[in-house]
């Protein structure tokens, strides 16, 4: 891990950094990382809040209340799609066999033109067929995708949760009506970034978020900016914008700015549905342990219940928020119901 110099946020006593700006919580003891997983796991637990055989994790947060507030927060009728492209161009390379959506035609304008088809009467059509990963673009992970020390979401032993013919308990599928509800951006790399040295916008890579950036980011956007139950909390960090520019290089994988392992407790209390963020893993890379891989990730999914989105462009959005200060909208956001899925591409709609 590369250690930079930290300063403090004028008037909060925040640190930060690039990837050491929680050195000095309580809840990362980088001697022990092990001991620091398992005991932000038992402190931060939702097994057995929903039941036995819960299979939606926070979006139980997303009642029919919730929903309405959401609908009242249309005001313009604006839409975003909140959707990296599903292309070629896109940031995979290989890892885990993950690679970029393969789009191929089936039948096509030529060979409607050339009568091949072997429709009567002129008929013609086009017709395609996509071969990708289910992670490979904007996408929701679903609670089958992590495990914890064998574990998966709820208590579940992993072996019988996920096999060989898919998710036989939490699919993804099972959260395919769910996820209607209100959002709320918080802009962390345009909020914070006069305050760490950035005119761009533009959090650099490795700077971890901590539960302190994010009630900063809260109070400087303002009171439409809360965050509270059954919400999805949409992060930019600004990398996204800066790897559209720039190439995408290690964005799959690479060195990113990102949620601390700090912020678990941030991510319990709330008791939001969902968070998503601008870049590949969700949290800060590299990762805030020595050899350690997505410790977050591991407390989030298998022990919070906790729908984690990933490589979302809320550019568009963030423009809109900025412009007339209002952090919240309606969000819709479901996965493809895929049948035992661990995760799904979406096309998330902010409406305001």
């Known amino acids: 891990m590369t250690t930079q110099e930290t300063a403090p946020i004028s008037g909060t006593g925040i640190t930060t950094g690039t990837g050491e700006s929680a050195t000095d919580s309580p809840v990362i003891r980088r001697e022990d990382p092990l001991g620091s997983i398992r005991a932000m796991a038992k402190t931060h637990n939702n097994w057995g809040r929903w039941g036995v055989d819960d299979v939606l994790g926070t979006l139980n947060f997303i009642d029919a209340a919730k929903r309405v507030e959401a609908a009242a927060l249309v005001k313009t009728g604006e839409a975003f799609s909140l959707s990296q492209p599903f292309d070629t161009n896109g940031p995979q390379k290989g890892w885990r066999r993950r690679t970029n959506p393969v789009h191929t035609m089936t039948d096509t304008g030529v060979d409607a033109e050339r009568g091949n088809q072997g429709f009567p009467h002129g008929f013609g059509g086009a017709d395609d ?3 990708m990963p289910l992670q490979c673009s904007t996408q929701w992970d679903g609670l089958g995708h992590i495990f914890d020390q064998g574990k998966a979401w709820n208590g579940r032993a992993a072996g019988d949760v996920v096999t060989s013919e898919g998710d036989l308990v939490t699919g993804i599928e099972t959260a395919a009506a769910k996820i209607v509800t209100r959002g709320v951006l918080l802009d962390v790399g345009r909020a914070l970034g006069p305050e760490v040295g950035r005119s761009d916008g533009e959090l650099p890579d490795g700077f971890a978020i901590t539960p302190e950036h994010l009630q900063r980011t809260i109070e400087l956007q303002g009171p439409s900016s809360r965050v509270g139950r059954g919400d999805i909390v949409v992060i930019r960090t600004g990398q ?17 700015p990102g949620l601390s392992f700090s912020t678990a407790p941030w991510l319990h209390r709330s008791e939001i549905a969902g968070i998503a ?76």
């Open 129 to 131: 067929v996509i071969a």
């Open 240 to 256: 996204h914008t800066r790897v559209r520019r720039e190439g995408w290089g290690d964005y799959a994988g690479g060195s990113a």
């Open 277 to 352: 963020t601008d870049t590949w893993g969700f949290e800060v890379r590299p990762n805030e342990f020595e050899g350690a891989f997505q410790p977050l990730h591991q407390i989030a999914i298998p022990n919070l219940g906790l729908f984690l989105g990933e490589m979302w462009d809320p550019d568009g959005l963030a423009d809109a928020c900025a412009a007339d200060g209002r952090y919240d909208f309606l969000l819709t956001a479901a996965p493809l119901p895929i049948t035992g899925a661990v995760g799904s591409p979406v096309n998330p709609i902010a409406v305001r």
